[in-house]
């Protein structure tokens, strides 16, 4: 790989300008596209993203461009911020390209395909073959401290020994240190399941009742998404990593993440819609949790936190109905 080859950052919200100005900060050559012009315009006059992330001044190195084909065909690594429902639209346009070759994608957006289950791995592989080369990032990491700087560590995971190595060269910094691992699965189900535990901690948190029940709820929900993983192939080693245990306790913690927030705005009594709207972006895990427990159905694996979240989320239950549900189960060993 070329130091200085550009790379492709689809998806200008938070996320996606975060890790842009993290590779440009690295004098790594970005472009970074969303699918609103007005808001990529803004973008392109103010060098900054006043909307999501005002604070954060970009790079030289990184360019916002409204025009998406052109750069899109002639560029090799494509880095997809999206959220999970537009990736595959954004995918078919990679596959209308005149030629796909050598095109190597790396995502890190965190949840699982409504209705199919699929992972987002299986998805690419679907739509742009299996020999298409592939990579997750993920761990814990808020937009707004991975651009404004503050030291961040996370995981990136491929199969491709070549890509992976490409990729932690143009991540690693003094403020971003990326691990390597091969274990895909692992790290897209840690992602995806650790926003539906931050929904319960939240509604736990909002409720009222306390550190003890958050500990319990992160403690089990670890378990949960550790049986799910290893049931579809993930490294159970994976979960006690960054993009497990500790994605896990950055969201359930912390009320930069969206997902805890939701839960405790559902806790205080608004509804799914406005607690949604409330959030005013997108909460992957009220999208991921039905999807979560349909797995987990299909693997014949027990996730109790990950059903109580849904029935909450199907409005079969209360916040409070859900949390007390599952302190009176039965006791069971450890």
């Given at each position: 790989?070329?130091?200085r080859?550009?790379?492709?950052?689809?998806?200008?919200?938070s996320?996606?300008?975060?890790?842009a100005?993290?590779?440009?900060?690295?004098?790594?050559?970005?472009?970074?596209?969303?699918?609103?012009?007005?808001?990529?315009?803004e973008?392109?006059?103010?060098?900054?993203?006043n909307?999501?992330?005002p604070?954060?001044?970009?790079?030289?190195?990184?360019?916002?461009?409204?025009?998406?084909?052109?750069?899109?065909?002639?560029?090799?690594?494509?880095?997809?911020?999206?959220?999970?429902k537009?990736?595959?639209?954004?995918l078919?346009?990679?596959?209308?390209?005149?030629?796909?070759?050598?095109?190597?994608?790396?995502?890190?957006?965190?949840g699982?395909?409504?209705?199919?289950?699929?992972?987002?791995?299986e998805?690419?592989e679907?739509?742009?073959?299996?020999?298409?080369?592939?990579?997750?990032?993920?761990?814990?990491?808020?937009?707004?401290?991975?651009?404004?700087?503050?030291p961040t560590?996370?995981?990136?995971a491929?199969?491709?020994?070549?890509?992976?190595?490409d990729?932690?060269?143009?991540?690693?910094?003094?403020?971003?240190?990326?691990?390597?691992?091969?274990?895909?699965?692992?790290?897209?189900?840690?992602?995806?399941?650790?926003n539906?535990m931050?929904?319960?901690a939240g509604?736990?948190?909002?409720?009222?009742?306390?550190?003890?029940?958050?500990?319990?709820?992160?403690?089990r929900?670890?378990?949960?998404?550790?049986?799910?993983?290893?049931?579809?192939?993930?490294?159970?080693?994976?979960?006690?990593?960054l993009?497990?245990?500790?994605?896990?306790v950055?969201?359930?913690?912390d009320?930069?993440?969206?997902?805890?927030?939701f839960?405790?705005?559902?806790?205080?009594?608004?509804?799914i819609e406005e607690?949604?709207?409330?959030i005013?972006?997108?909460?992957?895990?009220?999208?991921?949790?039905?999807?979560?427990?349909?797995?987990?159905?299909?693997?014949?694996?027990?996730m109790?936190?990950?059903?109580?979240?849904?029935?909450?989320?199907?409005?079969?239950c209360?916040?409070?109905?859900?949390?007390?549900?599952l302190?009176?189960?039965?006791?069971?060993?450890?």
């Amino acid at each position: 790989m070329q130091a200085r080859e550009p790379i492709f950052v689809a998806g200008a919200g938070s996320w996606g300008t975060a890790l842009a100005i993290t590779l440009a900060r690295n004098n790594q050559p970005t472009y970074l596209w969303g699918h609103d012009p007005e808001h990529i315009a803004e973008l392109i006059r103010d060098r900054r993203n006043n909307r999501y992330l005002p604070e954060a001044d970009f790079p030289p190195d990184l360019e916002p461009v409204i025009d998406l084909e052109p750069l899109l065909e002639g560029t090799t690594d494509i880095l997809i911020g999206l959220p999970c429902k537009a990736l595959r639209a954004f995918l078919k346009k990679i596959a209308e390209l005149p030629s796909t070759d050598g095109k190597r994608i790396v995502w890190a957006c965190k949840g699982i395909e409504p209705e199919t289950q699929m992972l987002v791995h299986e998805i690419i592989e679907e739509m742009l073959g299996p020999e298409c080369s592939k990579a997750v990032l993920s761990g814990p990491s808020f937009a707004k401290e991975v651009a404004a700087g503050l030291p961040t560590a996370v995981t990136i995971a491929s199969t491709d020994q070549t890509f992976l190595n490409d990729l932690i060269y143009r991540f690693h910094h003094k403020s971003f240190r990326a691990y390597a691992s091969r274990d895909v699965i692992g790290v897209e189900i840690g992602g995806a399941v650790k926003n539906v535990m931050a929904i319960a901690a939240g509604v736990a948190d909002g409720l009222g009742f306390g550190a003890n029940t958050r500990a319990a709820l992160m403690t089990r929900g670890l378990a949960e998404m550790t049986r799910l993983g290893v049931a579809m192939g993930g490294k159970k080693e994976t979960f006690m990593g960054l993009a497990g245990f500790g994605d896990l306790v950055l969201t359930c913690t912390d009320d930069q993440s969206r997902n805890r927030r939701f839960g405790k705005l559902l806790a205080k009594g608004m509804s799914i819609e406005e607690a949604a709207e409330s959030i005013g972006q997108v909460v992957e895990g009220a999208r991921t949790a039905g999807e979560v427990s349909a797995l987990a159905r299909r693997y014949d694996i027990e996730m109790p936190i990950t059903d109580q979240v849904t029935r909450l989320l199907q409005g079969l239950c209360s916040p409070r109905e859900a949390v007390e549900t599952l302190l009176s189960r039965e006791p069971k060993q450890e």
